[in-house]
């Protein structure tokens, strides 16, 4: 059986996971009611306008996203509908598919960043001295990890 959480460590935890489901659900809101993009269209977005020629296999992009196999196919394929992305083989051996973004995803993430990127100051960058930037970005450098 588990050891029982000390005092300290219940707070710990409980302010993390209160404090971040807050925030993601402001950063949710925001972004959807800006741009109608959800949170999760929002980093795939960002994580192919970064790839090499926007595209990534299906399998990288999942893991980069922390998403399962299932969660990924589920999110592309939203987007697909949508325009935002396109689904291809892969070049170098055909079994594999790949998330491409279209110029329509990457007009989309244009348009969204500034105003999520004010959401991401007020609620959060702008509330944090550098040091404690910088640990935060140690401690859960640390946790992604595990």
């Keep these: 059986m588990a050891e029982p959480l000390s005092d300290a460590e219940a707070i710990a935890w409980r302010t ?8 993601h659900t402001h950063l949710e809101d ?7 993009l959800s949170m999760n269209d929002y980093h795939v ?6 790839a090499p020629e926007h595209r990534l296999r299906m399998g990288e992009l999942a893991g980069r996203l922390v998403f399962s196999p299932s969660r990924i196919t589920y999110q592309i394929s939203s987007m697909v509908k ?9 070049p170098e051996d055909g079994r594999g598919q790949e ?3 279209t110029d329509e995803g990457l007009a989309a993430l244009e348009a969204a960043a500034p105003m999520h990127l004010v959401t991401v100051r ?8 550098p040091d404690e930037l910088e640990v935060i970005t140690r401690v859960f450098s640390k946790v992604r990890k595990s």
């Design 16 to 23: 993390f996971i209160e404090s971040s489901w807050a925030l």
């Design 30 to 36: 925001e972004l959807r009611a800006d741009t109608g």
């Design 45 to 50: 977005l960002v994580v192919l306008s970064e």
């Design 82 to 90: 949508r325009g935002l992305v396109r689904k291809q083989p892969c």
């Design 99 to 101: 998330a491409v973004l």
């Design 122 to 129: 007020d609620s959060f960058i702008n509330r944090l001295d």
